[in-house]
């Protein structure tokens, strides 16, 4: 009796065990082609497993992650697993010639990283050239087992990944515009889990439904996967409340409308209406811009459907009312500081706001657009059709590396990198005010080396070089706090004293606002 007693309290131990240390999730990711059709228009995408967009990835908390990537299509591919922290396996992280040389034809690479202290909402997708523009997916972190969100259970869970397609090759459209300085041609169309939706040409068919019952809570889990644009995105008739950013629990508010920058993720809860009310309702994404470039100015529709009650003689649904959401205007700086602003921590004991009090180094970075000079007897599409657009940080703008920086760093091999990054603005100026007539950038694969564990305050400042626009930015490996943001130049006197230490928002992906700075 005693020895099956202590048998049976021995597989108990090991099952608590197994469940704090998470399972092992095996995914297998084949990179291949597939054709598609959108807009009257087939062709080849490039895919994982077939699929557009891509599979989702889901695993708890605590979790190992082991995907196999095998490579079937002629370009090079890695795949970044956006937003997670690889704590000890930054090898695994994807970016193609920073940690990882990429995987070429025909051949695989094994991810292997554990999911530490994060739940939510994040994202896959290719991290060479513009292979992303198909190459995503979801990767949906639910909590430990027998833990619970902070927020009332849902009914049902449901992913809505933004994205664009491209009539043409995109990796043909990102070639051309490197080759003559000018900016790339932009998206033909905006999509909702890969279907424009009727707005567009040929695409009534193409548009995604999203079917949902009366009295119901759905659990929205919103991804922009766009390349460069930031969408503005609302259900009609409808509110929702924001619970989470970046896989980061958030303080709940209440809106009709959101703004989510390229790489963002905002999980919202959705209460439809207490009955079957008649009426069809549209969900649209339309961009927020801000630069003097050109931009896909379209939108993309779904369709948010009511089921019919079994007892409800009901009409066709091509004969309800379809009602549309009113987005804000494609300006709406005022709309995105508020709603950016909205945002904060849920800061409590179990999910804490850990804010480094003490910082150990201090940055400021200038982000924005400069140009490089023309290549002698060639003709460039850039400013004054005499240079190439080049962006830059801190008038450096990055030259990827033929080896991967990471594995120059472990194998000491000299002449990859530099580690003298200017981690301030070499010639000050006035950032937001006459740009100075030089707007030539440098050009280099330059790092800054900092000891682990160090704290840093980074702060990002828009220029107006070329004119003011939104930068989205996106840290690899690590999430930051959004301490504070501004418009106008950044004021190391008086603006600190303004900074949120107490609850502020933890990203892993943020916007310097045009004509602004952000505080992380």
């Known amino acids: 009796m005693a020895a099956s007693h202590m048998l049976f309290c021995f597989w108990v131990l090991l099952l608590f065990m197994n469940n704090a240390a998470g399972e092992t999730r095996h995914y297998k990711f084949n990179v291949e082609y597939h054709n598609v059709t959108r807009l009257c228009h087939t062709r080849t995408v490039l895919t994982v497993n077939r699929k557009f967009p891509g599979p989702q990835l889901v695993a708890r908390e605590g979790d190992r992650v ?18 997670v922290r690889q704590l000890t396996t930054g090898w695994s992280d994807g970016p193609s010639y920073i940690t990882q040389c990429p995987i070429q034809a025909n051949q695989s690479y094994i991810y292997n990283f554990t999911i530490t202290g994060q739940r939510g909402t994040l994202w896959w997708h290719a991290h060479i050239s513009w292979l992303r523009v198909s190459i995503y997916g979801p990767i949906i972190i639910l909590p430990k087992r027998n833990e619970s969100y902070p927020f009332a259970k849902p009914d049902k869970e449901v992913t809505i990944m933004l994205g664009e397609w491209f009539n043409s090759d995109p990796e043909a459209i990102i070639s051309q515009a490197l080759q003559t300085g000018a900016g790339p041609n932009v998206s033909d ?86 009955e079957f009310p008649n009426a069809t309702f549209l969900m649209a994404a339309r961009p927020y811009v801000t630069g003097q470039g050109t931009f896909d100015n379209s939108t993309t529709v779904g369709i948010l459907e009511y089921e019919h009650p079994s007892h409800h003689n009901h009409k066709s649904s091509k004969n309800l009312t379809i009602i549309q959401p009113v987005l804000p205007p494609i300006n709406a700086t005022g709309f995105v500081v508020n709603f950016t602003g909205k945002f904060r921590s849920l800061g409590n004991a179990k999910y804490p706001a850990n804010v480094p009090k003490t910082v150990d180094k201090k940055f400021f970075f200038t982000v924005g657009l400069g140009t490089n000079p023309c290549p002698k007897n060639t003709t460039c599409q850039g400013p004054n059709n005499s240079s190439k ?34 981690t301030q603005p070499l010639i000050p100026f006035n950032y937001t005010g006459t740009a100075p007539n030089n707007t030539n950038v440098m050009n280099g694969t330059r790092a800054v080396v900092l000891p682990f564990n160090t704290s840093v305050e ?3 400042q828009d220029t107006s070089i070329l004119g003011a626009e939104s930068h989205p930015l996106h840290l690899h490996g690590y999430n930051f706090f959004i301490v504070g943001q501004g418009f106008g130049n950044y004021d190391p006197n008086k603006d600190p004293l303004k900074f949120n230490l107490v609850d502020p928002m933890e990203r892993n992906t943020a916007s310097v606002p045009a004509g602004g700075w952000v505080a992380i």
């Open 189 to 274: 169309a905006y999509t909702i889990n890969g279907y424009p939706g009727p707005l567009y040409n040929c695409s009534s068919k193409d548009t995604y439904k999203l079917k949902v019952k009366p009295g119901k809570t759905y659990l929205l889990r919103l991804i922009n996967a766009a390349l460069n644009d930031e969408l503005f995105f609302s259900i009609a008739n409808h509110t929702v409340t924001v619970v989470e950013g970046d896989a980061v629990y958030t303080k709940p508010f209440v809106t009709d409308k959101l703004l989510i920058t390229p790489g963002q993720t905002t999980n919202v809860l959705l209460k439809t209406k207490p």
């Open 389 to 422: 657009f080049a962006a830059s940080v801190n008038n450096v703008s990055f030259q990827l590396p033929t080896i991967a920086i990471l594995q120059a760093y472990y194998f000491g091999q000299n002449g990859v990198y530099t580690t003298d990054f200017p």
């Open 66 to 83: 082991v995907v196999k990537v095998v490579n079937h299509i002629a370009n090079n591919v890695t795949i970044h697993w956006h937003g």
């Open 458 to 460: 980074l702060v990002m």
